[in-house]
């Protein structure tokens, strides 16, 4: 059972465009939720994460939008420029206290293209 | 920021040998540490949660005789694959807190 459902699997955006990527959970006792960048043989960086207590964190480029009724959390890359092109992984952990726990539950993955 | 460090970043072995990944918090303590294997162009899979000074957890499925873990410090996790065959050929990925490590590339022939 997939706890964190990610899409799209690929996305090709034109630079200066948005990219959107989208995931979606289903254990409601996740209260973190932290968004990775990963470069071909490195590991996930991460990019920024959020809390369900706000609905939005936004950090130069990168926005993530949370709608906790309906238990889905997005990222937004405005301005999408050919360095972004990596694969962006959503996650969510539960218990979640001052940084103590982060035994993370990861979507499948975006591959995302930003052509020149 | 926090770092985590580990080693080596590439690793050939023999069929048959064992191979010891070293996974380092350099600025903080960890006392728990994070394990995963990563197959080309698929997400990660957790393998199992470190622990200082008592015994790993490990995921379903994953032989916790084949890939021994070591928490003797509060920096340092260590994951040893042992009997090395080439289906365990992948990339092996350490985290402490929300820090990812760099990543150990495995090729076993």
């Known amino acids: 059972q997939q706890q964190v459902k990610q899409s799209p699997q690929s996305l090709i955006v034109q630079k200066g465009g948005i990219s959107i990527i989208n995931c979606a959970y289903e254990?409601?006792?996740?209260?973190?939720f932290p968004w990775y960048q990963q470069f071909p043989g490195k590991g996930p960086a991460l990019l920024i994460a959020?809390?369900?207590?706000?609905s939005e964190k936004k950090e130069g480029r990168f926005t993530i939008s949370f709608n906790k009724s309906a238990k889905q959390f997005s990222l937004h890359i405005m301005d999408s420029q050919p360095g972004d092109s990596a694969t962006y992984f959503c996650?969510?952990?539960?218990?979640?206290?001052?940084?103590?726990?982060?035994?993370?539950?990861f979507g499948k993955g975006t591959l995302l293209t930003v052509n020149p | 920021g926090a770092v985590v460090s580990q080693h080596p970043s590439r690793v050939i072995c023999k069929s048959g040998t064992s191979v010891k990944i070293e996974c380092r918090s350099l600025?903080?303590?960890?006392?728990?540490m994070f394990w995963y294997r990563q197959f080309p162009k698929q997400s990660l899979m957790l393998m199992a949660t470190?622990?200082?000074?008592?015994?790993?957890?490990?995921e379903q499925g994953v032989e916790k005789d084949k890939f021994l873990i070591n928490h003797a410090s509060l920096t340092l996790s260590t994951l040893t694959v042992t009997s090395a065959h080439p289906e365990d050929s992948s990339f092996y990925i350490c985290?402490?807190?929300?820090?990812f490590g760099s990543g150990t590339r495995l090729t076993v022939v």
């Open positions: 985290s402490a807190t929300s820090v």
């Open positions: 254990n409601t006792a996740f209260d973190y």
């Open positions: 959020i809390r369900p207590d706000v």
């Open positions: 996650a969510a952990t539960r218990g979640y206290s001052g940084g103590s726990n982060y035994k993370l539950t």
């Open positions: 600025d903080f303590q960890a006392t728990t």
């Open positions: 470190s622990n200082e000074g008592s015994k790993a957890t490990y």
